[in-house]
Structures are given as structure tokens and as C-alpha cells.
């Protein structure tokens, strides 16, 4: 069974930066998109950005455009979310998750039918 372990959150004040990574262990995918989601509580998670492992496509939602930056080393098979000028919005418990199947495009905004997801790691900006 496929395994990701995520890491790298923090406290950090608004205008900062942390970076995310999620180490997939026994794939057993030959192509699939991994990414992120994010969740605060009382709300759905909802997707922030996603990669195809396959073609290095990527998409991230509006509300991080711009800030945030996917990227995935396939010697590691790892994924990173660089994510910059973070804002008090971006607090939540942010959740790696992969699929063989979605693809990498605005449909991963929804929180559906997801195959494999990594123990959340909380991100916190203070004002």
C-alpha cells in the first residue's frame, strides 16, 4: 500500500514562507497527480495545487496562485509546495493526497475519490 509522509509546517508571520514535503513510499502507480489539500476546522478541505508525475503538469486555485509552487523530484519521489507571502488565510492542516486516475486540473479544488492521503501537517500565520 502507498505510504506519504508529510512534513514541514510551522508557525510563520504573514509574509513569510514554509515549505511542504510528502515522501510517497511503496508507489504502486505507474503515473498518478499528487498534491495538496488544505482544512480548517467547521470547513471542507479543499485542493491548493496539484502535479502529474507524468508530464510535470501542474495546477494550483486561484487563492494561492502566484504564492504557492508545486514541484515533485522523481529520484525521490517527493513533492514539494513552496509557498511564500503566506497570509492569515492560508492557516489550516494541510494534507498530501494522490491519485492514478484525477487529473491535474481545477477539478482538484473538490475533495473526492482520492486513492492515498499523508497525516496532516498544520501550517499557522500570524497577523
Known amino acids: 500500500e502507498m505510504q506519504l509522509q508529510a512534513s514541514g509546517g510551522g508557525l510563520v508571520q504573514a509574509g513569510g514562507s514554509l515549505r511542504l514535503s510528502c515522501e510517497a513510499s511503496?508507489?504502486?502507480?505507474?503515473?498518478?497527480?499528487i498534491g495538496w489539500f488544505r482544512q480548517v476546522p467547521g470547513r471542507e478541505r479543499e485542493g491548493v495545487s496539484c502535479?502529474?508525475?507524468?508530464?510535470?503538469?501542474?495546477y494550483d486555485v486561484n487563492s494561492v496562485r502566484g504564492r504557492f509552487t508545486i514541484s515533485y523530484d522523481n529520484t525521490k519521489n517527493t513533492v514539494y509546495l513552496q509557498m511564500n507571502n503566506l497570509k492569515p488565510e492560508d492557516t489550516a492542516t494541510y494534507y498530501c493526497g494522490v491519485d492514478d486516475i484525477r487529473p491535474c486540473d481545477r477539478s482538484w479544488y473538490w475533495d473526492y475519490g482520492m486513492d492515498y492521503w499523508g497525516k496532516g501537517t498544520q501550517v499557522t500565520v500570524s497577523s
Open positions: 511503496s508507489v504502486t502507480f505507474d503515473d498518478y497527480t
Open positions: 502535479i502529474r508525475r507524468s508530464d510535470g503538469s501542474t
